[in-house]
């Protein structure tokens, strides 16, 4: 019964050779309970997401057992390519909303685990043995309902390591056959792509305990030649906290008027780019506003990918670099891997 905390997965540098390899979806992590025609989709944070996504459900009645559990990743695809931001969207309050984006930009659903059938609890029993009985019991599915490809091949599992990226990928995902499944535990290994980019940092915002940095605002210069927000660099040690206080505070610009981010109180200001003080409705009640920074400071930052202009995840702080200008802080410094079509990798019909 829902709800169940999913299985989760730690980072490693290598893929290990545990028998089993599956793509990283980057989608929203989901279970899917099924009983009859009723369907319950669980989210990561085990918050009940059936609302959002009724052309699914209906797919799912239509593609699961009559009674089951199942592990797996709602993604959207736009374009041939996965498109979290497309899939964010998706999370709309209003039901008109809800139906519209239901039609114009449909998700699907890729399934890797069994957590159950019938009467049958399976997570106790290993990976390998879910994993056939996964494939027994979706062999009629069809689209939008999908198995996950899996590889034993390490050779394969590397190809697919980086050419799946260009389909919008995260990474892979190394599962032991004899595991069970284990809520809440990172009993799996992921493997996820990690760059460096050289970013300007135009501002910070403080630690919501006070008085240390919580996170730095990361930008790079296009090629209309204003400096854009591309996301921020954040969890470090509290003495780094402490040590950034001493670090930015010379270059705190108190005319914001000459900032390049100062126009950021303006709404309008929002229309053509985005600005690290503009309203978000994922963080409702959450002070967005900023310290500005003379954009003098460049640092050193890991990421793992781009969704559109901006870093899909927080970014990480490698070092300072004195031996950089802002001015070389550009998106021409940043890596894409070669476009490759969903289709193949799953048998998508649109």
């Known amino acids: 019964m829902p709800p169940v905390a999913p299985m989760l997965s730690k980072s490693v540098k290598e893929i290990p050779d545990v028998g089993h390899v599956e793509p990283k979806w980057d989608g929203f992590r989901t279970i899917v309970f099924k009983d009859g025609d009723e369907i319950e989709l669980g989210s990561r944070n085990e918050r009940p997401m059936t609302r959002y996504f009724p052309e699914l459900v209906?797919?799912?009645?239509?593609?699961?057992?009559?009674?089951?559990?199942?592990?797996?990743?709602?993604?959207?695809?736009?374009?041939?390519?996965?498109?979290?931001?497309?899939?964010?969207?998706?999370?709309?309050?209003?039901?008109?909303?809800?139906?519209?984006?239901?039609?114009q930009t449909p998700a699907s659903f890729v399934a890797f685990d069994l957590l159950a059938i019938g009467d049958e609890d399976l997570m106790g029993r290993p990976f390998a043995e879910r994993r056939t009985r996964l494939e027994g019991a979706l062999a009629a599915a069809s689209d939008p309902v999908f198995i996950t490809p899996a590889t034993a091949?390490?050779?394969?599992?590397?190809?697919?390591?980086?050419?799946?990226?260009?389909a919008g990928l995260d990474g892979v995902v190394a599962k032991?056959?004899?595991?069970?499944?284990q809520p809440d535990k990172r009993t799996m290994y992921k493997v996820k792509h990690e760059r460096t980019a050289d970013c300007v940092v135009a501002g910070f915002r403080w630690h919501k305990s006070g008085g240390v940095i919580g996170s730095l605002l990361l930008g790079l210069y296009g090629d209309d030649g204003r400096l854009h927000h591309v996301g921020v660099a954040a969890s470090f040690p509290m003495a780094k906290r402490r040590e950034l206080v001493a670090t930015l505070e010379p270059y705190v610009e108190d005319d914001l008027s000459r900032h390049p981010w100062g126009e950021w109180a303006d709404q309008e200001a929002h229309a053509s780019t985005r600005m690290p003080g503009a309203v978000s409705r994922w963080s409702a009640g959450r002070n967005l506003s900023f310290v500005p920074l003379r954009p003098e400071l460049v640092v050193e930052v890991a990421y793992e990918k781009m969704e559109g202009d901006r870093f899909r995840h927080t970014a990480q702080f490698r070092r300072w670099r004195t031996?950089?200008?802002?001015?070389?802080?550009?998106?021409?410094?940043?890596?894409?891997?070669?476009?490759?079509?969903?289709?193949?990798?799953?048998?998508?019909?649109?």
């Open 153 to 166: 091949d390490l050779g394969e599992a590397r190809d697919w390591f980086t050419r799946f990226e260009g």
């Open 323 to 350: 031996d950089r200008t802002p001015e070389s802080c550009t998106y021409e410094q940043l890596e894409s891997p070669d476009d490759l079509a969903l289709s193949e990798i799953l048998p998508l019909q649109r």
């Open 176 to 181: 032991p056959l004899d595991g069970t499944y």
């Open 58 to 103: 209906e797919a799912l009645r239509e593609n699961l057992p009559g009674r089951c559990v199942v592990d797996g990743e709602i993604i959207v695809a736009i374009d041939g390519r996965l498109d979290f931001d497309a899939l964010q969207q998706r999370i709309h309050p209003a039901d008109s909303r809800v139906r519209l984006l239901a039609e």
